[in-house]
């Protein structure tokens, strides 16, 4: 693996396990983005930062980061509902609109991102 390739695996898997954590630290935050539509956001949200947590810290074993990798690229496709969810939210309320919009297209190049390791 190069130096660049090492780069990015730790880059990608500290997001994931930092994201996971965040679940926990701030889970109101969460919460608050998940779709009506979505039963036990609580549970829900629990779960997402267990997977997070999981799937950044096997991106670092070379016997599980393929898998790892289309984990995240399965969880990043699950919650993208989420991040529509949070730009209609920042429409209505007239706030954080730019943040909210930029990270729908986001998706796509974290998914991409995720790609590179399978």
Same mark, same amino acid.
């Given at each position: 693996m190069s130096t660049i390739e090492l780069v990015s695996l @730790?880059?990608?898997a500290g997001i994931y396990v930092? &994201? %996971?954590v965040s679940h926990f630290r701030i889970p109101n935050f969460f919460i608050k983005i998940t779709p009506k539509w979505v039963p036990y956001p609580e549970? +829900?949200? @629990? *779960?997402v930062g267990i997977a997070e947590i999981i *799937? %950044? *810290?096997a991106l670092f074993f070379s016997g599980t980061r &393929?898998?790892?990798a289309w984990g995240i690229i399965a969880l990043l !496709?699950? +919650?993208f509902p989420a991040n529509v969810h949070h730009f209609q939210q920042a429409q209505k309320k007239g706030k954080h609109l730019i943040p909210t919009l930029i990270r729908l297209p986001i998706?796509? !190049?974290l998914i991409y991102w995720a790609y590179t390791f399978t």
């Open positions: @730790i880059s990608m930092f &994201a %996971g549970k +829900v949200n @629990i *779960l *799937l %950044g *810290l &393929a898998f790892a !496709i699950a +919650v998706q796509a !190049i």
